[in-house]
């Protein structure tokens, strides 16, 4: 059952533009996201005035259509993703979850995003979930398959570089060994292990 949007908005069926504009930005002001980061009850509150405030819009206009809804509903998507992804961008990844479990449609860049938030909230196990499933829904995206890639692969490729580079020289290597003594009976006058 759909919600009547001038209740929503607080106002009496046939209010004026004016009256509809002033109520929403109110509203609006109240339950933005960027004013209440984490509140996930907000971002509810905030995805139902959007809906009622563009249902009235369309109805004023004579805009509907039999597809409005559908366009309504992926344009709320459009809306969502694009406002994770802007958390994302600036490193705010519980907003970026709170907005991503707001929105309805769950789509493969729903599923990418999502993974890229919960990475940086170091979820990898959910973030590597996600990932796969954002590749499933669109196998032949570059950038998903090279984030799954990254995911995948790329801690065990950093350890294995990261091993060499521990302060240590790699016992195996006769030149890193011979310089190791050498430096150290220069500066320091001890002999080195191999010295």
């Given at each position: 059952?759909?919600?009547?949007?001038?209740?929503?908005?607080g106002l009496?069926?046939?209010a004026?533009?004016?009256?509809?504009?002033?109520?929403?930005?109110?509203?609006?002001?109240?339950?933005?996201?960027?004013?209440?980061?984490?509140?996930?009850?907000?971002?509810?509150?905030?995805?139902?005035?959007?809906?009622?405030?563009?249902?009235?819009?369309?109805?004023?206009?004579?805009?509907?259509?039999?597809?409005?809804?559908?366009?309504?509903?992926?344009?709320?998507a459009?809306r969502?993703?694009?406002a994770?992804?802007?958390?994302?961008?600036?490193?705010?990844?519980?907003?970026?979850?709170?907005v991503?479990?707001?929105?309805?449609?769950?789509?493969a860049?729903?599923?990418?995003?999502?993974?890229?938030?919960?990475?940086g909230l170091?979820?990898?196990?959910?973030?590597?979930?996600?990932?796969?499933?954002?590749?499933?829904?669109?196998?032949d995206?570059?950038?998903?398959?090279?984030?799954?890639?990254?995911?995948?692969h790329?801690?065990?490729v950093y350890?294995?570089?990261?091993?060499?580079?521990?302060?240590y020289?790699?016992?195996?290597?006769?030149?890193t060994n011979?310089?190791l003594?050498w430096?150290?009976?220069?500066?320091c006058?001890?002999?080195?292990?191999?010295?």
């Amino acid at each position: 059952m759909t919600e009547d949007p001038y209740k929503v908005l607080g106002l009496e069926p046939g209010a004026s533009d004016e009256e509809v504009k002033r109520a929403y930005r109110k509203l609006a002001k109240k339950y933005h996201p960027d004013l209440n980061p984490g509140d996930e009850e907000a971002a509810r509150q905030m995805q139902r005035i959007n809906a009622a405030y563009e249902q009235i819009q369309n109805r004023d206009s004579g805009s509907y259509d039999p597809f409005q809804q559908e366009r309504s509903a992926q344009a709320d998507a459009d809306r969502y993703q694009k406002a994770a992804y802007q958390y994302i961008r600036y490193r705010r990844y519980r907003e970026a979850v709170n907005v991503l479990d707001n929105a309805s449609d769950r789509n493969a860049n729903w599923y990418y995003l999502s993974a890229l938030a919960h990475h940086g909230l170091g979820d990898q196990a959910l973030a590597l979930e996600h990932m796969r499933r954002a590749v499933s829904l669109a196998p032949d995206n570059r950038a998903y398959l090279d984030a799954l890639e990254r995911m995948e692969h790329g801690g065990t490729v950093y350890r294995q570089q990261a091993g060499q580079y521990q302060g240590y020289p790699n016992r195996s290597d006769p030149c890193t060994n011979l310089m190791l003594c050498w430096c150290m009976n220069l500066c320091c006058g001890v002999p080195g292990p191999c010295c």
